[in-house]
């Protein structure tokens, strides 16, 4: 359907939406990342028994902190590339997850904990490209000075497995929500890429047909020039060679037009049965009493040849005034379409009505059809036989 | 002698055209109108037999023109143009046209049509008849044209539904289906596409 292409942008939207289920897919990532390190921070404490005892106190404030980076995660989704560092709606998020992040320490005894609470949701704030992978690293390498000093000053009694654990979930966590959100930006770009080459595209055959159109107009103008130049000069002379170049001159402008018009023209192209019910809808508006029949495999027609067979008879037709009634009918048969066109010709014989005929049956014969008219007091038919695409 | 009135907005046109017409023997043009306003008023005062109208003309274009003025005399009606818009040929020839071609055809033919179109003919140029057969389809409903047509100045959904008599939900329902038929993203931009296609 054509009239799609006049609504820009519409595709670009279409693969948003498909793109989103990407975006879903990499939050969820990241979120799950997150579930993992706060639960394995929650079940740290008191972990010198070796257990995995879970903190309930902990896992709540954890909780609280998985809301807020998954309320600033969010809002990733909206961001800008010249949006500020730190947009009004992610205030609220961050404040909890630094609340959060002072608490920590206290809960668990880490002030490793503290400081992964707290970097995470800064490393997925809005930081401009490259200066994000600056702040990862420096991130990570303060979290692994913090995890370092931190097991240095603990008594080796109190080494937990799970302690281990949380630490490589904290110096780890920074590391791969950015990647998630880096193979994000990626796609995203990917996909703006790809609308801005569409547009290219078509920029590039726009700017073709203007370059056509000048090429053909500037060549016509410059032979109706010189023609229309020579007429002046030889106007005084000899006035039958100067009458001569003005009609030359005018069947340039006809050439010109007629080019003009196939430029405009040439991508257009309509099925069969928009044709048919086009060429009815017609005939009915001029006060004709019309019907098309056409299968439900009109499509498989040859357009080529029967679409200007379509054309000429239909405004031969509306051409001919005082009709009452028309009929059109295409029709597939053994030995393939037959294509018939009756109306009454109230108004006469004027020996005019067969214009175009000519045609048609050259364009016919070319592809091993017959073209038959049948003329009768009250009715006119053209029938048009055309062979299979296949048996030409 | 036929009677002929000339409306055209561009004047060098205009003239060139009354001019060659003036030529041929058995016409006379009686009035030269720059807008589709002028051109009823002095139809209605000269009753011609043939009026010829451009169709791009302020005030009404050529097709209104013909369709306001059928009702009241008995002129035939030749409209030129210069693109003839898709859809248009349709309406002209419900609003009673009797002959459509294109500008870039001579005087000599226009003449033709004029006499013919005068001795109660119909001229469809063929180049015009196949730009209207080679259209694309309208995909709304009947339905779906009439909830873009009463909206296209920018009405409310209330204000569509009572004029249809419809349930406001219903409007939202057309809206919504036309809206995805057409690709677009406001009620506003399906009026633009429907109104530049001729289906409203």
């Excluded at chain 1, 909206?78 to 997850?97: S, W």
């Excluded at chain 1, 390498?141 to 949380?166: D, Y």
Aim: charged letters at 25%; proline letters at 4%.
């Amino acid at each position: 359907m054509s009239s799609r292409a006049h609504a820009r942008g519409r595709g670009s939207f279409e693969l948003a939406r498909g793109i989103w289920a990407t975006w879903w897919y990499t939050v969820s990532a990241v979120l799950l990342f997150e579930l993992f390190f706060v639960t394995a921070w929650a079940g740290a404490w008191g972990t010198s028994e070796g257990e995995f005892d879970v903190d309930p106190l902990a896992l709540a404030v954890g909780a609280l902190w998985f809301g807020g980076t998954a309320w600033v995660l969010l809002a990733y989704r909206r961001r800008e590339d010249q949006g500020p560092l730190l947009p009004r709606r992610d205030i609220p998020g961050l404040l909890v997850c630094a609340a959060a992040a002072v608490a920590m320490p206290a809960l668990t005894g880490s002030w490793l904990a503290g400081a992964a609470f707290l970097l995470q949701p800064v490393v997925i704030l809005n930081w401009p490209r490259g200066v994000r992978l600056r702040v990862v690293i420096a991130v990570t390498a303060a979290l692994v000075a913090i995890a370092v000093i931190e097991r240095a000053q603990t008594p080796v009694e109190l080494h937990s497995p799970v302690w281990a654990i949380g630490m490589i979930f904290s110096i780890a966590l920074p590391t791969a929500s950015v990647t998630s959100l880096w193979w994000w930006d990626v796609l995203l770009a990917f996909d703006r890429a790809r609308g801005v080459e569409s547009r290219l595209a078509a920029t590039q055959e726009r700017l073709r047909v203007a370059t056509d159109v000048h090429d053909l107009q500037g060549h016509h103008l410059q032979v109706i020039a010189l023609q229309l130049e020579l007429a002046e000069k030889l106007m005084g002379r000899d006035p039958d060679a100067a009458l001569e170049q003005i009609r030359a001159a005018r069947v340039s402008v006809a050439e010109a037009t007629q080019g003009t018009r196939e430029l405009a023209t040439r991508f257009r192209t309509v099925s069969l049965a928009d044709e048919i019910a086009n060429a009815r809808d017609l005939l009915q508006a001029a006060g004709i009493s019309a019907t098309a029949e056409a299968p439900d495999d009109v499509d498989a027609a040859p357009a080529d040849v029967l679409g200007p067979v379509i054309r000429e008879t239909t405004t031969n037709v509306l051409r001919h005034g005082g009709g009452r009634r028309a009929r059109l009918a295409l029709e597939s048969g053994v030995d393939g379409w037959r294509y018939e066109i009756v109306n009454d010709r109230a108004g006469g014989q004027d020996g005019t009505d067969g214009s175009g005929l000519e045609g048609i049956a050259r364009r016919v014969a070319e592809a091993g059809g017959s073209l038959d008219v049948r003329r009768e007091p009250h009715e006119f038919a053209v029938v048009v036989r055309v062979p299979e695409e296949g048996e030409r | 002698m036929i009677r002929v009135l000339l409306a055209d907005d561009e004047a060098m046109i205009r003239s060139a055209l009354a001019a060659l017409l003036r030529l041929e023997e058995d016409i006379d043009v009686v009035a030269e109108c720059a807008d589709g306003t002028e051109a009823i008023a002095r139809a209605l005062e000269l009753e011609p037999d043939v009026c010829v109208l451009d169709l791009e003309m302020p005030g009404a274009d050529g097709v209104d023109v013909a369709a306001q003025l059928s009702r009241r005399i008995a002129s035939r009606f030749v409209v030129v143009t210069r693109h003839a818009r898709p859809g248009v040929l349709r309406r002209a020839l419900s609003s009673g046209v009797a002959g459509f071609l294109p500008k870039s055809r001579g005087a000599d033919e226009v003449a033709q049509v004029v006499r013919k179109v005068a001795a109660g003919g119909r001229y469809v140029d063929p180049e015009i008849a196949a730009d209207a057969l080679t259209d694309v389809r309208c995909p709304l409903t009947p339905r779906e044209l009439d909830v873009l047509r009463v909206g296209r100045r920018g009405e409310t959904t209330g204000q569509i539904a009572r004029t249809l008599s419809l349930a406001p939900g219903t409007v939202r329902n057309h809206v919504s289906v036309v809206l995805g038929k057409l690709g677009v993203e406001t009620r506003q931009q399906a009026v633009l596409i429907a109104e530049e296609k001729g289906w409203i």
